[in-house]
């Protein structure tokens, strides 16, 4: 059963600011807001990906943002509903001073790296062990890796990366998929919230 769709009605998914969300998010006690960071390093594609899985565009030249950006998903999930908070974290925010105050109250996270650049894998898990330290709820935050510009590979070379994204795991990630925002045949990231919607509800001891 699906959870999250990239259906697109209404103002259901349009950028948002979190003053707003917090007072939607108290119209209803069966209201919950989750927070859910998208970070990695400058140019892996974060924003691209968010665009593609909230409005369904891609943007053939982007430049990376220098800020941080809100999307949110709204969904009805067991008779609740449920305010997806995404919050974009630019690509240098991880040598700042801030990000603990952007980390805070956040109860799941993706990494992104780009497929295409190593040093960007590597930094994943300089991200994820920067996630832990500075989050609060870090002992149960759920992190998924997501292995974008998937489509760049071919043939035995997406046979190796699979077999480094398995490696991943063993650096602390729940699960890593495989995403792309300009190739849906290859995108997973549907698939990805889905596991990650499932993991915060497991942690947060709601009825499924």
């Not at 998929?177 to 947060?204: G, H, M, V």
Request: glycine letters at 6%; aromatic letters at 12%; hydrophobic letters at 40%.
């Amino acid at each position: 059963m699906a959870i999250v769709n990239s259906n697109n009605n209404g103002n259901t998914n349009r950028i948002i600011l979190n003053e707003e969300i917090q007072q939607q998010g108290n119209r209803n006690r069966e209201e919950q807001i989750f927070k859910i960071l998208f970070v990695g390093e400058p140019a892996v594609g974060k924003t691209s990906l968010l665009n593609r899985f909230i409005y369904s565009l891609f943007f053939e030249n982007y430049t990376p943002n220098q800020k941080i950006l809100f999307f949110l998903k709204t969904i009805n999930y067991s008779g609740r509903v449920y305010y997806l908070q995404f919050w974009d974290i630019f690509g240098t925010a991880r040598t700042g001073v801030m990000t603990r105050v952007f980390y805070s109250d956040s109860v799941g996270a993706f990494v992104v790296c780009d497929v295409t650049r190593p040093e960007t894998i590597e930094a994943a898990i300089a991200w994820r062990t920067d996630l832990i330290n500075k989050n609060v709820l870090s002992s149960d935050l759920p992190i998924i890796l997501l292995a974008n510009k998937w489509d760049k590979l071919k043939g035995g070379a997406a046979n190796a990366m699979i077999n480094k994204m398995n490696l991943m795991l063993q650096k602390g990630f729940t699960k890593w998929f495989p995403t792309s925002a300009c190739d849906l045949k290859t995108n997973k990231l549907s698939e990805a919230l889905n596991e990650l919607f499932k993991q915060i509800i497991n942690i947060r001891q709601y009825n499924l």
